[in-house]
């Protein structure tokens, strides 16, 4: 028997294949001599031809979906669950700013944040509107490794295509903090230099000895504890801006972090970014399951559907070059019914989301990090 997905593709792209070889009988003669150039793996399922192919898929679903705008900028999708204006999304892009939903029409209405479910990530919003299309979920649906799912957006194309990755499963919270690079004099009040690591970030940026940081990530230091402080909410293959006086002259520069475990790590969250952006929140889901999708964090919040068209799951983070996290439409649901009945309320203003926790191996080094010497 033919998987659906497998029929869905056989009717949707015999046209791009006819015409990619009627393409390929003229250009190769000509072509035949220059070297071959590889196609970059995004373009595989994220290219605008492939995306075209799932236009009826997301027909209907691009009319659930939001973009959430904070202080004027697209943070990430949402999606309507119900007519009556409530409206999910991903609760850590979201900050104190003015919150408004662009609609599919091109309408934009003020939201107002209610709840906040932190296990998941998950915010809910109110925004007062009509003619609101609400999601449709199909909670009964377990997506399996190799099964096609689509993002939708406000287009009419989906935002992004991809493949289920793994099955469900926890995805433990992580949180290595990223290191400079540096060690630090013994002074209170000035986070000045005393030596540099070779091959870190701080070396790779042209910090020297003696010279004083005064600021890092928008953050004003006034000694080694705000910089120790600030630099740890950081993860490798972060970069940050910092101003540094040496002498009497204030410079710019912009520094990598690096892992604390070495080398070889501090390359693997590098490339890892070579895709794009990361979501700040990609740790840490008690279910959800992986799909190839190329997202940016901006696209997380919305609905993965299937080639049905129907929701089967919630994008919930960005996590790496070729890992998006998607949690489950039941689950989603039930963490949609907690979030209804004014268990999980908004946090406070300035209250983390979730507590990250530190495991063993991060504490050790964090507190190495430190030692008798102040580093970072």
Known sequence: MNRPETAFLRRRLPAASLTLALLLSVVLPAAAAEPPRALRPSYLTNGASVREAFRDVVAGPR??????????????LGTIVDTEGLVITKASELSDGPIRCRLSDGRTVDATWTDTHPDHDIAMLKIEADRLVAAEWAAEVQPRPGQWLATPGLTRIPVTVGI??????SIKEVHVAGVLGIELEREKAAARIKAITPNSGADDAGLQPGDVIEQVADVSVDGPGTLVQTIRKHRPGDKLDLIVRRGDVHIPLSATLTHPFGPFLSRIAMQNRMGGNLSERRTG???AFLHDSVLRPEDCGGTLVNLDGLAVAMNIARAGRTESVAIRAAVVLSVLDDLKSGKYPQPAVGQELAAETTSGETAAAADTAVGDEPTN
């Open 63 to 76: 009319h659930w979906t939001v973009q959430v705008i904070v202080d004027g900028e697209t943070t990430a």
């Open 164 to 169: 289920v990755s793994t099955p469900e499963h």
């Open 285 to 287: 889901f008690p279910k």
